[in-house]
């Protein structure tokens, strides 16, 4: 398989492996097997599409090892285009109006990094909402130190906050929103530029 590739290397049909497809054309016992394992072959040669045939049908050009009989491989450029994240080459490429330079499964897998930053913002904007919908409620309905006894064990007693973060930084006024501010950027960019590292990787 890799003097198959490495000829046409040579022969500068293919830049690199990854450029191109291969099928194998084998006997009735080796193609079973082959078909088999059919979705890991582009893997295990390092290229980006492969296939498979009956050696009957093999044509004549096609790369023969002379140890091995009844086998013959057939290595051409592959089709589609070079998909920018991966380096495979996939007719699938481009197929993504929202994602024009990778492929199918490199799609996919960007998809899944994306989803789950949406759904935590959701959530926050769902908590952010309750709480603050809570919080009014309370101040319109309910007076200072007034008591409401909801179940046997359960009550609420209305109390003020009267400073930010419960009063550990009483005092600081908009000198603590500002270092908040600042800390909470510094989280926020250390994680987009961290998870930009592992979405290309
Ligand atoms: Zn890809």
Same mark, same amino acid.
């Given at each position: 398989? +890799?003097?198959?590739?490495?000829?046409?290397?040579?022969?500068?049909?293919?830049? +690199?492996? #990854? /450029?191109?497809?291969?099928?194998?054309?084998?006997?009735?016992?080796?193609?079973?097997?082959?078909? %088999?394992?059919?979705?890991?072959?582009?893997? #295990?040669?390092?290229?980006?599409?492969?296939?498979?045939?009956?050696?009957?049908?093999?044509? /004549?050009?096609?790369?023969?090892? /002379?140890?091995?009989?009844?086998?013959?491989? =057939?290595?051409? *450029?592959? $089709?589609?285009?070079?998909?920018?994240?991966?380096?495979?080459?996939?007719?699938?490429?481009?197929?993504?109006?929202?994602?024009? /330079?990778?492929?199918?499964?490199?799609? *996919?897998?960007?998809?899944?990094?994306?989803?789950?930053?949406?759904?935590?913002?959701?959530? %926050?904007?769902? =908590?952010?909402?309750?709480?603050?919908?809570?919080?009014?409620?309370?101040?319109?309905?309910? *007076?200072?130190?007034?008591?409401?006894?909801?179940?046997?064990?359960?009550?609420?007693?209305?109390?003020? +906050?009267?400073?930010?973060?419960?009063?550990?930084?009483?005092?600081?006024?908009?000198?603590?929103?500002?270092?908040?501010?600042?800390?909470?950027?510094?989280?926020? %960019?250390?994680?987009?530029?961290?998870?930009?590292?592992? $979405?290309? $990787?």
């Amino acid at each position: 398989m +890799n003097k198959a590739i490495e000829i046409k290397r040579a022969e500068k049909t293919i830049g +690199n492996s #990854l /450029e191109a497809k291969v099928t194998i054309f084998a006997d009735k016992e080796r193609l079973s097997l082959l078909q %088999s394992y059919k979705d890991l072959l582009p893997a #295990l040669f390092i290229v980006s599409q492969s296939g498979t045939g009956d050696y009957t049908d093999a044509p /004549e050009d096609a790369y023969r090892d /002379e140890e091995v009989d009844g086998l013959a491989v =057939v290595v051409e *450029h592959a $089709g589609g285009k070079k998909c920018l994240r991966c380096w495979n080459w996939s007719t699938t490429v481009g197929e993504f109006a929202d994602a024009q /330079e990778v492929c199918q499964r490199c799609y *996919h897998v960007l998809s899944r990094i994306k989803k789950p930053a949406i759904t935590y913002f959701i959530i %926050s904007l769902i =908590v952010l909402i309750l709480d603050q919908a809570t919080k009014l409620i309370i101040v319109r309905y309910i *007076h200072p130190y007034e008591s409401i006894q909801i179940l046997p064990f359960f009550r609420i007693v209305s109390v003020r +906050n009267p400073g930010a973060a419960f009063g550990m930084f009483q005092g600081l006024g908009p000198l603590f929103f500002i270092i908040i501010s600042f800390i909470a950027i510094g989280i926020i %960019s250390f994680m987009i530029i961290k998870g930009k590292g592992r $979405g290309s $990787g």
